[in-house]
Nanobody, 129 residues
Framework: QVQVVESGGGLAQAGGSLRLSCIVS????????MGWFRQAPGKEREGISC????????YYSDSVKGRFTISRANAENTLYLQMNSLKPEDTAMYYC??????????????????????WGQGTQVTVSS
């Protein structure tokens, strides 16, 4: 049984930082492309950052590029998202997800929601102005 559990969300002030963690069990973590997605009220869930199995390739959406950093520790079955320079528009439920296949376009890792089959329950991030 695959379990995906996010943690680290909470309340932060604009300009502050948070670090999200995601622990995965029930699968061989190092064999999976991993991603962070978020969903704000009334909006669709969007892929904001993904990382390949060996950490050799990463993807960031334009909305978080330069502020967020994705990383993984395969020996610990853990995915991270370091979020700096937070903005009120970063307020959302953040989800961790796993995909057995890494999808690339023109040599660059993509981060499409439809490619990910295992999902956590999410952790709420709220950024106050």
């Amino acid at each position: 049984q695959v379990q995906v559990v996010e943690s680290g969300g909470g309340l932060a002030q604009a300009g502050g930082s948070l670090r999200l963690s995601c622990i995965v069990s029930g699968l061989t973590f190092g064999d999976y492309t991993m991603g962070w997605f978020r969903q704000a009220p009334g909006k669709e869930r969007e892929g904001i950052s993904c990382i390949s199995r060996s950490s050799g390739s990463t993807y960031y959406s334009d909305s978080v590029k330069g502020r967020f950093t994705i990383s993984r520790a395969n020996a610990e079955n853990t995915l991270y998202l370091q979020m700096n320079s937070l903005k009120p528009e970063d307020t959302a439920m953040y989800y961790c997800a796993a995909s057995p296949v890494g999808y690339y376009r023109a040599g660059y890792l993509t981060c499409a929601r439809a490619n990910f089959g295992y999902w956590g329950q999410g952790t709420q991030v709220t950024v106050s102005s």
